[in-house]
């Protein structure tokens, strides 16, 4: 009787075992700015969901967050973060750019909620986000004008000065704009793909 009892436990810690185990394929995806340096994939469980992340070295190829980011630096992506975490002001993320086709590497400088306007200074426009002049990673603020303040003086009026629900504010670290929200826009929640490290 014994023997068969614990031939039952040892089944059930074999079940228990096989049912803890992760065994999703991560899915491969065309990276921007950004080219897979090796494939450090792997996934990382975290409390207290059931939430994976999969971690990819990468490399920046292009220089519109430099000095923050060089070209030919090697960063962590961490894709599916955002899942089980909110975005934050100042994360650095990649964005999966329609006009492009590799993901763009950029800061989040806006998130839902935040008040949004442009306030004209000399011949361009600041930034200003909650009332704050909206500087890079240099302390310079950034200055518009053209299309750049055209695309978000668009999103200004038609928002009433508040950035709707899952959408955020990306710029680089050119003060003049780049390939971000100066040119694309406000962007939405599904089309920010990773978390950056460097």
């Known amino acids: 009787m014994n023997k068969r009892l614990y031939i039952i436990l040892a089944v059930l810690l074999v079940v228990l075992i096989f049912l803890k185990s992760d065994f999703r394929i991560p899915f491969s995806k065309e990276d921007s700015q950004i080219s897979k340096s ?8 975290l409390e207290p969901q059931d939430c994976y992340i999969r971690v990819e070295e990468m ?3 292009g220089n519109s967050l430099d000095p923050l980011i060089k ?5 962590k992506a961490f894709f599916d973060y955002y ?3 909110k975005i934050k002001r100042e994360d650095i993320v990649l964005f999966d750019y329609a006009g492009n086709k590799n993901s763009v590497i950029k800061i989040v400088r806006g998130i839902s909620g935040d008040k949004f306007e442009l306030i004209k200074s000399n ?11 909206v500087k890079n990673s240099e302390g310079k603020p950034y200055l518009i004008s053209g299309n750049a303040y055209k695309m978000l003086s668009l999103y200004e009026k038609d ?8 959408a ?3 710029l680089g670290n050119r003060i003049s704009g780049s390939v971000d929200s100066t040119t694309f826009g406000l962007v939405d929640k599904n089309g920010i793909v990773a978390k950056v490290e460097i």
Not at 71 to 75: D, G, K
Not at 159 to 166: A, F, L
């Open 71 to 75: 070209s030919e630096q090697t960063i």
């Open 168 to 170: 955020y504010l990306l």
């Open 38 to 45: 090796d494939q450090n994939v792997k996934n990382v469980d």
């Open 83 to 85: 899942n089980c975490y």
């Open 123 to 133: 011949s361009a426009w600041n930034i200003i986000v909650n009332n704050q002049i």
């Open 159 to 166: 928002y009433k000065g508040v950035i709707p629900e899952n």
């Open 59 to 61: 490399i920046v190829r």
